[in-house]
């Protein structure tokens, strides 16, 4: 018999669940592929490069 909703009930993109819930002996690690990352920190890289430059 197949349930209308998978473990643990509703799907929520925001929360990490796991059967049994975690334990604090096993380290876990969460990989995940960014969707229309945004690129910070650009001007302080071109403000670094450009006073180098002058100098």
Same mark, same amino acid.
């Given at each position: 018999? +197949? /349930?209308? %909703? =998978? $473990?643990?009930? @509703?799907?929520? =993109? &925001? /929360?990490?669940? #796991? +059967?049994?819930? $975690?334990? =604090? %002996? !096993?380290? !876990?690690?969460? &990989? !995940?592929?960014?969707?229309? =990352? /945004? ?7 071109? #403000? +670094?490069? @450009?006073?180098? $430059? $002058? +100098?």
């Amino acid at each position: 018999m +197949r /349930r209308e %909703n =998978p $473990f643990p009930g @509703t799907l929520d =993109p &925001t /929360r990490i669940c #796991l +059967r049994g819930g $975690f334990d =604090p %002996n !096993y380290l !876990y690690e969460l &990989t !995940y592929v960014a969707r229309d =990352p /945004r690129v910070m920190g650009l001007g302080l890289a071109a #403000l +670094r490069d @450009t006073l180098s $430059f $002058f +100098r």
